[in-house]
């Protein structure tokens, strides 16, 4: 009787320890809904055959497909945190499934989840940065299909494990070799039949030789050295391992679980209790770790309502700040110039500002902010061209898009915009916008009515002087409007606002 009590009491608290952290970590990421959101802006997903097939040109293109595909629906934070959360279960329960079914301490298959969320949750000003634009979805789904995978290299026979090897790096790219790693140490802590001690052999040896053979095969146009980390990124976090850890004991978890644990025994009458502190421990873990720079989530709350043309809420996160950075001041001044107080009350509130830094680098706010911060300060023709650069450096995004594409309307550059428009007419959340700007092309006489180009094109006749800007955007315009002049009302209220802000 003891005995079935002390199991059942296990039951209950491991699935109150799961709903804990699930539910915990779902009102975290609502609670910076903004900063899921700005997933979203910097990723980008057409629905065309020529995108899809586009992929394919490297290794985890399924992967990374159906991590742009998802990540597209980050445009509504509730909805991708919904998905988060049900991936991030679905993981769970099968490391729970295949590992720790019958174990002491089940709680632990929430281990891998806790790693995704927080390699998530503590990414900060990567979103902006990163090149893997997205990691939000493409690792908990590249876990999942390791471990999907594992199953199939589990239940299947030899032939399979070729399949798995050669078909699945092109699919799903450094997770199909984490499957049949997992499947290696597995295999090894569970003897079978005559001869199977050779099969962890066999699965190590194809983790060794499948990326060679596929470089020499379809990849030669890739780095050869990172060809076991296609699908997971790499690239970004050569000089971020900190931020890596979560990632890699995502990955390394299940390794170790499938580790042979010794024979199933009862639990002792201690476990449940040690079961619901490890819940609560990953509960305090939820919301003590995520990174919580309050400049950056203001950053993200603003540029959120920059986009909806909420300047009230831009002037409320960004005014009220006693400490503060050159991102949020400029942000600060376009709501500003948008209320038409920009002259009046620009030296009202702080300017006691700090870098922008992400580990021991020091970003500057042309990298950060530089599109969003020259549109909305009316220098159209530098937020096109730091649109571009970015793009070249990372990937394509709906956000650095829809920039190039409205500079290229109001400008009146028809093929230009076309081609813009063109794109983002193929997204799926992105088509009525394409179709209102597209109709301002087929009529120009309507864009006047456009809220964005009434308050910027006042600015536009002054852009063709002489002026080469420098790598911080913040201090870009403040310059810009300090040296050179105009007459419209709105750019003498820039000139004058400017050069206070200047003076020493």
Sequence with gaps: MIKKRTSRLLAVTTGISAAGFLLCAAHVMSVFSSYIYKFHATSLFQDTAAWLAGHFEKPAALLVYCGRFLTQF????????????????????????????????????????????????????????????????????????????????????????????????????CYALLALLIHAVWSLSHPGPRLAGLLPLADLLLVAAVPPLEYLLLYDHTVFRYMWFQGGPFLDYV?????MIPLLLAALLPVLMAVRRPAKREPASWTPYLTLAIGIGMVVCVYLLPYRNALFHRQMIAERAI???DWDTVADKTCSL?????????????????????????????????????????Y?????????????????????RISSEISLYANYAVERWKFLAKVAVFNGETHLADKYIET?????????????????????????????????????????????????????????????????????????????????
């Design 74 to 173: 980050c445009y509504f934070p509730g909805v991708a945190i919904l998905l988060l959360t049900g991936l991030y279960a679905l993981i769970s329960w099968l490391c729970y499934r295949y590992f720790l079914r019958g174990s002491a301490l089940p709680v632990l298959s929430l281990l891998p989840a806790l790693a995704l969320y927080l390699s998530l949750m503590r990414m900060g000003y990567g979103v902006l940065v990163f090149r893997a634009d997205a990691l939000i979805f493409t690792e908990p789904v590249g876990i999942l299909s390791a471990l999907l995978l594992f199953r199939l290299l589990q239940a299947g026979e030899g032939k399979v494990r070729w399949i798995v090897a050669l078909l699945g790096y092109p699919l799903f790219g």
């Design 239 to 243: 000089a971020n391992a900190k931020e």
């Design 307 to 309: 986009e909806k043309g």
């Design 322 to 362: 006693k400490l503060t950075n050159d991102i949020l001041v400029s942000y600060r001044n376009c709501a500003l110039y948008a209320q038409g107080r920009l002259e009046r009350d620009c030296m009202k509130y702080s300017f006691n500002m700090i870098p922008v830094t992400i580990g021991d680098k020091e």
């Design 364 to 384: 500057s706010s042309s990298l950060l902010a530089g599109p969003t911060l020259f549109f909305y300060s009316g220098l159209l023709n530098y937020a096109a």
């Design 424 to 504: 983002l007419a193929h997204t799926t959340l992105h088509k009525a916008w394409a179709r209102r700007y597209r109709d301002y092309l087929e009529h120009p006489e309507r864009l006047a009515l456009d809220p964005e180009y009434r308050l910027l094109s006042p600015l536009q006749d002054y852009e063709e002087k002489r002026w080469m800007p420098s790598d911080n955007a913040a201090a870009n315009v403040l310059l810009f409007y300090s040296y050179v002049p105009g007459d419209s009302p709105q750019m003498q209220e820039w000139n004058r606002a400017a050069q206070m802000m200047l003076q020493p």
